[in-house]
């Protein structure tokens, strides 16, 4: 396993998109976080949802599914699964390999990107500070969100295995799906709840204070269930599936 790692951690490095794509990304969702704490007025203080933008990490999600998902459609698409399934029989320790090193690149580069954020916008408005109530959730939050979209690209990948499909799928379930469903009736607030973008929201403070979220909102515990169980369930049956398909 731990050749495997190494393996896939040299294929990644190597692809020149991984050196522009989350250099780039990091730069896009920082700037946001400065943009967006130069828009507000100066006479507010900061809040925690000042250091993570909605527009900045929504483009996050995008990038880093998608890069979770190229991982895989590229080795389908040139046929160097094949060679790869030759070389390693056990087919499901080579989509463990991809999964642990997308997430660890993606948690390291969700890191910064949340670190940084964080710090831009306290700076613009005049206030760095850790020990406000929720910063070190909503930093954890903030950073993990991109590899655990990186997973869950990689999973679909594994399962729909056609890029557009792949992609338009990505985007639909990680960043329209919460707009689809709403929260004003139980049902639709249940789905709405189960997805990232409200975990995210919810532990970011992006509806603002724990005692204002109210019902409406998921509950903290329901946003990291959600962080937890879309890669998990994911990739679950990713394995299952790249174990007994034909490729």
Do not use: C
């Not at 794509?21 to 130069?38: C, E, H, K, R």
């Not at 895989?72 to 399934?85: C, D, F, K, P, V």
């Amino acid at each position: 396993m731990r050749d495997l790692i190494a393996a896939e951690w040299l294929k990644i490095r190597s692809l020149r998109s991984t050196r522009w794509t989350i250099p780039l990304t990091t730069a896009a969702v920082i700037g946001s976080a400065a943009f967006a704490a130069n828009a507000k007025p100066p006479t507010d203080e900061l809040s925690l949802s000042d250091g993570f933008p909605l527009a900045g990490y929504l483009a996050l999600i995008v990038v880093a599914t998608s890069f979770g998902a190229s991982t895989m459609l590229g080795e389908y698409s040139s046929g160097l699964i094949r060679a790869t399934a030759v070389a390693v029989p056990a087919r499901h320790e080579v989509v463990l390999a991809k999964a642990a090193v997308v997430a660890a690149v993606w948690a390291v580069a969700g890191a910064i990107m949340a670190a940084g954020s964080f710090t831009v916008a306290g700076l613009i408005l005049g206030e760095v500070t850790f020990d406000r109530p929720g910063t070190a959730a909503a930093l954890a939050a903030a950073a993990l969100i991109a590899p655990v979209s990186a997973l869950v690209g990689l999973a679909l990948a594994v399962l729909v295995r056609h890029s557009a499909a792949v992609y338009v799928s990505g985007i639909l379930l990680l960043v329209l799906l919460p707009q689809l469903f709403g929260t004003h009736q139980e049902l639709t607030r249940a789905v709405n709840h189960g997805t990232l973008v409200s975990g995210w929201q919810r532990l970011t403070q992006s509806y603002g204070p724990p005692e204002a979220v109210g019902e409406i909102y998921a509950t903290a515990t329901q946003a990291w269930l959600a962080y937890a169980l879309w890669p998990l369930i994911l990739l679950t049956a990713a394995l299952l599936v790249h174990r007994r398909r034909d490729i």
